[in-house]
């Protein structure tokens, strides 16, 4: 009997409770169901609100407690297990409740780490870190590998772990708060790099870095972890890991992992690519591209990498073009939902920039981005709730030079007062520097209206 099928027997007849009916969880509850217990799924949505989704859990007799009160279905339930979603703090009252009455408190990733038959890759920092897994994922397929993509990328793979071979490989993208009470790490753990970020859930940046530090802390000698050597937190990690250390870097030339030299991008001396071989823009994909080498490292060959490299278009959502109006392009970049994600978005580009932004609080300084602004930015379109924050960012950062500045109501408003101010020559890039809980469940529906009001937008090439 393999691991997967003893964790599901162990829960036959356990009285087991979900927290949050989300994309991720939604898999996990049919799974548990499968498996005998008796599950019950809280949310603070209430049925209605759930439509179909809470219709298809009665008809598989799950219980449910939702509205504002979802909580109390953690010990209403008289749970012997409780699973939270990735986005919830593990310290809740109500979980630590549940704890002192011998509750096992614990989440899908956990669970999976626990019983994945196959090695495990994962990325996790500030920036980067889906399309540094998505490209350790395109590596490992090119060179014939069975990989499976997942975490807070792709789909939830708990219920697919049956499906899984000892030879194959998963690649996951971990967020703090998957990480913030985990008990394993992957057998090879990257850190892009690390900056402020998801500060309106975290109590500081102290709690997110020892949140981020989980990804390679239960690591062994046999294990790898990539670091950013150009990041003054991620680069005093080494010191704290018991793991091999493969450093990447665009400035130095660490003692051992990936380095930029001469246009090449080199690791340990030897030459994996050219920076000219990567399709999609920036420096901060140079990085990107180090990062994934530095983990495929002896399971992919460099032609396979630059393969990837010379035809990998990127990710949805990260500085996608979705079309030319006028002679003005039109970028998607809904997943930049930070201010120095927003930063690499803008540095990839010449000419004049009509920049749209705003977004949820997440309780980020923006004066570093307000500074970029100005250097960059000719027109700025803000909505959502940190419009104040970023407008003052910028009006603090002015100099000689400032953006023109308008403030809209919503996205629907905010794209077509570009589509009048958009000019031939100009980018149009919607890269928020936000997340989008003030408005949109997560930054690819936030990313997919974009898109949808862009497309819809008159005029081809020439605006009517």
Known sequence: MTAFEEALRALRGKKVAVLGIGVSNTPLLRLLVSAGAVVTACDKKSEEELGARAAELRALGVGL?????????????????????????????????????????????????????????????????????????????????????????????LDKTGEMSPGDICVLELS??????????????????????????????????????????????????????DNDITR?????????????SRLDRPVHGVWLEN???????????????????????VENYMAACAAVAGLA?????????????????????????????WYNDSIASSPTRAIAGLRCFGGPIVLIAGG????????????????????LLLCGATADKIEAAVRAAAGERKPRIFRLENLEDTVQKAYALAKPGDTVLFSPACASFDQFPNFMKRGERFKELVRALPGGEEKR
């Not at 005093?236 to 990447?248: D, L, P």
Request: aromatic share 8%.
């Open 263 to 285: 246009g090449r991008i080199v690791y340990d001396g030897g030459e994996l690519m050219r920076k000219e071989d990567i399709r999609i823009p920036g420096e901060h994909n």
């Open 360 to 379: 949820y609080d997440k309780h980020i300084p923006f004066d570093e981005l307000g500074r970029e602004i100005c250097a960059r930015v000719d027109t």
């Open 65 to 157: 407690y939702t509205g504002p009160d979802y909580l109390d279905g953690v010990e209403l339930s008289g749970a012997e297990v409780v699973f939270r979603t990735p986005g919830m703090r593990p310290d809740l009252p109500a979980l630590e409740r549940a704890r002192l009455r011998g509750a096992r408190v614990t989440s899908e990733m956990e669970v999976f780490f626990s019983v994945c038959p196959c090695p495990i890759i994962a990325v996790t920092g500030s920036d980067g870190k889906t399309t540094t897994t998505t490209l350790i994922a395109e590596m490992l397929r090119g060179a014939g590998r069975t990989v499976w993509l997942g975490g807070n990328i792709g789909t939830p793979l």
């Open 236 to 248: 005093s990690f080494a010191a704290e890991s018991g793991a091999e250390v493969r450093f990447f």
């Open 176 to 229: 703090s708060f998957q990480l913030m009470s985990m008990r394993q790490s992957p057998h090879i753990a990257v850190v892009t790099n690390l900056a402020p970020n998801h500060l309106d859930v975290h109590r500081d940046m102290e709690e997110y870095i020892d949140a981020k530090r989980r990804i390679f802390r239960f690591q062994s000698p046999e294990d790898v972890l990539v670091l950013n050597l």
């Open 301 to 329: 060959p460099p032609a396979v990498m630059q393969k990837v490299a010379r035809e990998f278009a990127g990710v949805e959502h990260r500085l996608e073009l979705v079309r030319a109006i006028g002679g003005a392009a």
